[in-house]
């Protein structure tokens, strides 16, 4: 492989095959860096959503333990 580039100028290396990749594999990559990102977002929300669970229960749960046993 490396004797097939070693002839080639830097032009082709270096600009001409990554942007054949991207276009072969533009619609790939485009796929999965969307789903990544959607998959950390569904992630973050997760974690406020039950963040804030959390914080309600204890909030809920100190109020009531204050007011004192029945």
């Known amino acids: 492989m490396r ?3 070693a002839g080639l ?3 082709v290396k270096w ?3 990554p942007v054949i990749a ?5 619609g790939l990559i485009a796929s999965i860096v969307g789903f990544v990102i959607a998959l ?3 992630l973050l929300i ?4 039950v963040g ?3 914080y ?3 909030k809920f749960m100190s109020s009531s333990s204050s007011r004192g046993d029945w």
Do not use: D, H, S, T
Not at 46 to 49: D, G, K, M, P, S
């Open 40 to 42: 950390l977002f569904k």
């Open 56 to 58: 309600v229960v204890r």
């Open 52 to 54: 804030g669970l959390i």
């Open 15 to 17: 600009v001409a095959v």
């Open 46 to 49: 997760f974690v406020a959503l």
């Open 22 to 26: 991207l276009v072969v594999f533009g």
């Open 3 to 5: 004797e097939i580039f």
């Open 9 to 11: 100028p830097w032009w």
